[in-house]
């Protein structure tokens, strides 16, 4: 196993945040990205500026809405998917797999659900239904796997500031957070709850009433470790400085470290 750093980030807009992708890959040098809400087409992906400052990438786009890519640093990602089996009619660009740098890779981004009840919350529920179903065999792979991106929902209370203001949210429902928690039982590892078991640690901070500066956040971007995987993760985190950055996306990048040896 290679010492790797990998990290899953919602841009929000890729042509939008562009600078502040740039200055985050810079700055922090992710070996693995997943990026995920490029909101652009397949042409639009800045892909020569992205192989400039030496990634690789693969990515799905989708106009205005959706989009999902993976980043290697100095290699090409070996693309082995593009969207979930289960739905042939389902044009949304939520999924996107590749081998990278000896990890497959699953990038997602699981719909929002909301508003609910309604369409697009069973949409939401459907979609993850066909995600569970397709997780079970790269849970049981010889082969390290992550799933990450952005999960859309808010596993327990202790991952979020307060429920009072969300409690009719699809990311709080408790057919999102039983989702989860099926997924989870499978065998995977939430990486970040895994190294923090007890701390309240957030990935996304709405851009109303103040949440980044009173740091009233959701912890709703997830990377899940398979059973091959798992004994080398050495830390997690979040790069909440990136939030902070002018033209900011909602979501801050959150990362995982794998050393080259398992954690005793």
């Known amino acids: 196993m290679k010492n790797l750093r990998i990290a899953t980030f919602n ?72 969207g979930l089996p289960g739905d042939p009619d389902d044009t949304h660009s939520r999924y996107i797999e590749a081998a990278v740098h000896g990890v497959l890779v699953g990038c997602l981004y699981l719909p929002n659900g909301n508003p609910q009840p309604g369409p697009k919350f069973d ?4 979609w993850f239904e066909r995600l569970i ?35 009719k949210d699809a990311l709080l429902q408790p057919e999102s957070r039983e989702c989860y928690q099926r997924l989870l039982g499978q065998g995977w590892t939430d990486s970040l709850r895994h190294v923090y078991p007890e701390e309240r640690i957030y990935t996304f901070w709405d851009y109303f009433r103040n949440h980044w500066q009173t740091n009233s ?3 709703i971007d997830h990377l899940l470790l398979n059973p091959a995987l798992s004994p080398y993760l050495h ?4 790069d909440a400085w990136v939030r902070n950055e002018p033209h900011a996306s909602d979501h801050a990048p959150t990362w995982i470290r794998i050393a080259s040896r398992k954690k005793r």
């Not at 949409?123 to 459907?126: E, N, R, S, V």
């Not at 830390?235 to 979040?238: C, F, L, S, T, W």
Request: hydrophobic residues 40%; glycine residues 8%.
């Open 11 to 82: 841009v929000n807009g890729m042509r939008a945040r562009l600078p502040n992708l740039m200055e985050w890959l810079k700055r922090e040098q992710p070996d693995i990205a997943c990026l995920q809400e490029l909101k652009s087409v397949d042409s639009a992906f800045p892909a020569a500026e992205l192989e400039a400052a030496g990634y690789g990438a693969i990515w799905q786009g989708q106009a205005s809405w959706n989009g999902v890519a993976i980043l290697a640093r100095d290699a090409q990602p070996l693309e082995s998917r593009r």
């Open 123 to 126: 949409y939401k529920l459907a």
């Open 133 to 167: 179903n397709y997780a079970k065999d790269l849970q049981g792979s010889d082969h390290p796997v992550v799933l990450a991106g952005d999960f859309n929902v808010v596993p327990t209370d202790m991952d979020i500031y307060n429920t009072r203001s969300w409690l």
């Open 217 to 219: 956040g959701l912890r």
């Open 235 to 238: 830390d997690a985190g979040v």
